[in-house]
């Protein structure tokens, strides 16, 4: 059973930058992608980011690109995601995600096996 600890959320200034990270613990872990997702209160969890394990192909939100960095260790089963020039609409609970099977695609939770229980941004204006 693999499971994902999220860290690094808390209380940031508009503009400022956090560093979330992701563990992921398991007697032997593999995996074939893992991601970001977010759910601010009231919607609908969303997909932040996404990285290829094996070739470290990243794909990003559009709301993410040029602000959002998802990066990973192999050897430390750890994900990463840095976050600058934070908005208050990047207030949400964050959580990571890993595929435990191939798929095609990354995009959407349907696509992923294994959930973190989450660690909460806030962006304050």
């Known amino acids: 059973q693999v499971q994902l600890v999220e860290s690094g959320g808390g209380l940031v200034q508009a503009g400022g930058s956090l560093r979330l990270s992701c563990a992921a613990s398991a007697r032997t872990f593999s995996t074939y992608a893992m991601g970001w997702f977010r759910q601010a209160p009231g919607k609908d969890r969303e997909f932040v980011a996404g990285i290829r394990w094996s070739t470290g192909i990243t794909t990003y939100a559009e709301f993410g690109k040029g602000r959002l960095t998802i990066s990973r260790d192999n050897a430390k089963n750890a994900m990463y995601l840095q976050m600058n020039s934070l908005k208050p609409e990047d207030t949400a609970v964050y959580y990571c995600?890993?595929?435990?099977?191939?798929?095609?695609?990354?995009?959407?939770?349907?696509?992923?096996?294994?959930w973190g229980q989450g660690t909460q941004v806030t962006v304050s204006s």
């Open positions: 995600a890993a595929q435990g099977f191939a798929r095609r695609t990354y995009l959407t939770e349907d696509k992923y096996d294994y």
